[in-house]
């Protein structure tokens, strides 16, 4: 009996696109699932009832020929898109609308890695984006601090590269406030012009932070020159201009595509999971609802005497305020004084921040809130190994 591949691919086509509707029903489910919660003052993630709902799924799949990895990875995925879903609608009702047009900021042009994590975050949102490509990141603070953008999107850390200095120190200067955070995956790939002959590569053009998390493998080149560029977008751009089989950029694998280019080898980055994270600011500080789990930052000086730093950490601690970071930056004109900025899991509205922060201004010389906003850390739903 022969096979008609034609025809199995049709019901393939037609299953996806039936799929793809149940997503969709799910989500809008999901959203009236967040107006239920915030009438009856629950908080927008009930792990609780993440799990059961894991453990009946897994069980469903079972009987179905559907392996337990296969059906909780899925719905990790699902899970936390409801999530987050449910928390951008929230957020929207208690700060308000920004009207139909909303004007993002970030580094480099289509292609970028700031340009998929401004998609990925304001996908969310029902404003119509407006992209504005910027060169630098104080061109990209201008441009919210001028009123020609209403957000900007600046990479702060990276999982091997580590903090990114140069956004941090624009924070202390800048008036503008954190209003939202997410973490993107990033992969770096080896892309050129079609017929690239990687024994023959002269030139890698690439970003400063991409250079620095691809150390590793670009060490164990030799008579390769490395060509600084602006963004990964400047990268692509580069190499498709010259159209010359030797020269090649490290960036990601959909953004050398929107740029004709070709994949000749993955997994550059120094750690296999590499993930930058990315913060959103505004001229406007925001709320942030109680139902939704909350970060503050700030900045503080503690001076220079002995203890101090660890005072200031030991009121956290008092307060029960959980610290997510801490980082050091040297302050300008002060010569071997360091600010610090501290990441906490809070809500600048709860009782123990506010207690918290009265006390850090009467212990230090300077404290300065940089923003509260929403946490994206939707760490998946376990499920016990009996369930699965």
């Known amino acids: 009996m022969s096979i008609d591949l034609d025809q199995i691919r049709q019901q393939i086509s037609s299953t996806d696109r039936d799929l793809l509707q149940l997503l969709a029903t799910r ?10 919660k915030l009438a009856q003052n629950k908080p927008i993630r009930d792990q609780k009832r993440e799990e059961e709902l894991l453990v009946s799924l897994i069980e469903n799949g079972k009987a179905l020929g559907l392996d337990a990895q296969y059906v909780t990875k ?21 700060n308000g609308d920004n009207g139909p047009v909303c004007r993002v900021a970030f580094l480099g042009r289509q292609g970028s890695y700031s340009y998929w994590a401004t998609q990925k975050y304001f996908t969310r949102r029902a404003e119509k984006l407006i992209e504005i490509g910027c060169d630098s990141f104080n061109e990209i603070v201008q441009a919210v601090e001028t009123g020609h953008a209403d957000y ?31 973490t993107h995956p990033i992969e770096h790939c080896l892309l050129g012009v079609e017929g690239t002959d990687l024994t023959k590569i002269r ?4 970003h400063p932070q991409v250079i620095a998390q691809c150390s590793n493998y670009l060490q164990g080149l030799s008579n390769v020159k490395i060509e600084y560029c ?3 977008s400047d990268a692509f751009e580069r190499v498709r201009k010259a159209q010359d089989k030797s020269v090649v950029a490290i960036g990601g694998e959909e953004g050398g595509k929107l740029y004709g280019l070709e994949v000749l080898g993955r997994g550059l980055a120094n750690q296999k999971d ?39 950490l030991t009121v956290l601690k008092q307060h029960g305020i959980s610290m997510g970071k801490l980082e050091s930056r040297p302050i300008p004109g002060n010569p071997w004084e360091e600010m610090f900025y501290v990441d906490v899991f809070a809500n600048l509205g709860d009782y123990a921040m506010t207690r918290a922060l009265d006390e850090l201004n009467r212990i230090t ?24």
Request: a negative charge; aromatic letters at 6%.
């Open 74 to 94: 899925i719905y990790h995925v699902i899970i936390e898109d409801s999530v987050l879903q449910q928390q951008a609608k929230v957020q929207g009702q208690l």
């Open 365 to 388: 010389r300077f404290v300065k809130v940089l923003g509260c906003y929403p946490s994206e850390d939707i760490s998946p739903t376990l499920v016990t190994a009996d369930a699965s």
């Open 203 to 206: 030139q890698i053009c690439a």
């Open 274 to 312: 590499n993930a930058s994270r990315f913060i959103v600011v505004a001229r406007k500080a925001i709320n942030v609802a109680k139902a939704i789990p909350a970060k503050t930052t700030f900045i503080m000086y503690t001076g220079q005497q002995p203890g101090a730093l660890v005072d200031a």
């Open 230 to 232: 602006d963004a990964s």
């Open 152 to 182: 900007a999107v600046l990479p702060i850390e990276n999982t091997s590269s580590g903090s990114i200095n140069e956004v941090y120190d624009i924070l202390q200067q800048t008036r503008l406030s954190i209003v939202g955070e997410l």
């Open 27 to 36: 989500r809008q489910l999901a959203l009236s699932v967040a107006d239920a």
